[in-house]
């Protein structure tokens, strides 16, 4: 998959642009505050119709104006699909070869795109709901029924408070069972999930870092379950109602439920000490680009596409060693590459790979 063209209309800083992009690694070069980070936000949005900063409608469209219209054409083998996005205060209008897309399921699942930011980091280093957040987006890339077990089992989880704290035992007893009826398919598909990270981080983390560090992840949970090899729903169902029945008491009396994957976390461990609390910035940085590499290569090899991969601020997130890893690690896996930098010369140095360099300056973009 590759994004062949881009144009944005009244987007961020951008008034008006147009950009043909090369399928290999495109780097988007500029002093601070010029719109690099604008631009890879607008490929994020076309592609996930979601940013990867905390922003809502307005704050997408430019000042002053009404609305916003990006477009990218994407392209897979000989197929090309024109995307367009619409941005209104109150709303996003998407569109795939001009059919409007009503429902947002139905424009999910076709490009597939993973981005590592400055913000990034705060999921090794901050509050266990952005691990758990990571791992459920992460998730819903591989499978979009997930997004509706998630909510499905959220409702559940409010209802069954709801209940504890007025006190309904008819209520409390039917909203129990469905909530660990479903935290149990959720639970499983993510032990599926870090298992299958298990199998590639480890060996990604050591290709950026050039280290024989030894990395893995471990979900933490209340109930046992290591060996996912001998777990299914049901198993877990099981283990979810055992846990349940020794906090009952406590949750009657804190009247909130305290059993499932709504308390659960993961941890990253390097030479089996945690790095939230043991690893270096410069550790971290590479162990969450090692995870996300790691998604790159679960996608290729479960839905037989290549992401295309956004890296937001590469100059100040990884010194010259890793990032010409990183960059030999991507061009050997043939992945579409944006990029920003403040400094040209430090993506030059390091690797022999050709770029297409694209000066961003006061919300215009020139090919170099
Ligand atoms: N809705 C908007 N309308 C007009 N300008 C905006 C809007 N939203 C953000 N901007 C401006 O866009 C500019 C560029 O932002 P951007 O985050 O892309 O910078 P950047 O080139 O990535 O800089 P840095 O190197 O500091 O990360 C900022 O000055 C910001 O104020
Ligand atoms: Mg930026």
Redesign the pocket.
Known sequence: MRLSHLSLLN???YEEESICFSSDTNV?I????????????AIYLLATLQTFRPAEN????????KEATLRGIFEEGDVQQHYSLHIEPLGKRPRINDKVIKKTSEYFGLVHIICFCPFDLQVLQGAPVLRRRYLDRSLFNFNSQYAVEIGNYYRAFLQHNAALRIENEEMIEIWREKQLFLGAKILLKRLQFIAELNTLTPYLYREISGSKEEVSIHYDSEIKCSNINNLNEENILELLKDKQKEVLGLERKLKRSLVGPHRDQFSVFISEKNIKVFGSQGEQRTAILALKLSELVAMEQKKGTKPLFLL??ITSELDEKRKGYLFESLKQKGTQVFV?T?DVKSLKANDEQEKALFK?EN?KIQPL
């Open positions: 987007f961020r800083n988007f500029g002093n601070n505050a010029q719109g690099k980070t604008n631009a890879l936000e307005k704050d997408l469209i430019q000042w002053e104006k937001d601020d920003t403040t961003v919300g």
